[in-house]
């Protein structure tokens, strides 16, 4: 059984919007840091969104703006809205802990991401 189960992958056009959720059977999410990371074929693993302990996130330059974390403790779930997607956004993504940093690269473990594919 994973610790890390992601949803809410898709194929949608240059514009549209996802949502993407993280869901653990181990983790009580809001008692970690929690993020999100991104990887395309041939293309280096990207952090795209991180939410501390605290609440508060931090992005890349390439999703600020375009991308929320959050997380709701009543079902234990991480999310990933995206907006405003751009055929660039196409890549598997996968929830990881702890991971407080978007740029962190020493999480423990992550889900068997979702894909999400964007069309001009």
């Known amino acids: 059984q994973r610790e890390l189960v992601e949803s809410g992958g898709g194929s949608v056009q240059s514009g549209g919007s996802l949502t993407l959720s993280c869901t653990s059977s181990?983790?009580?999410?809001?008692?970690?840091?929690m993020g999100w990371f991104r990887q395309a074929p041939g293309n280096v693993r990207e952090g795209v969104a991180a939410?501390?302990?605290?609440?508060?996130?931090n992005y890349p330059d390439s999703a600020k703006g375009r991308f929320a974390i959050s997380q709701d403790s009543a079902t234990n779930t991480l999310y990933l809205q995206m907006n405003s997607l751009k055929p660039e956004d196409t890549a598997m993504y996968f929830c990881?802990?702890?991971?407080?940093?978007?740029?962190?690269?020493?999480?423990?473990?992550w889900g068997q991401g979702t894909q999400v594919t964007v069309s001009s």
């Open positions: 181990r983790y009580i999410l809001e008692s970690y840091c």
């Open positions: 990881a802990v702890p991971m407080c940093r978007f740029n962190d690269s020493n999480f423990t473990s």
């Open positions: 939410i501390d302990s605290d609440g508060s996130t």
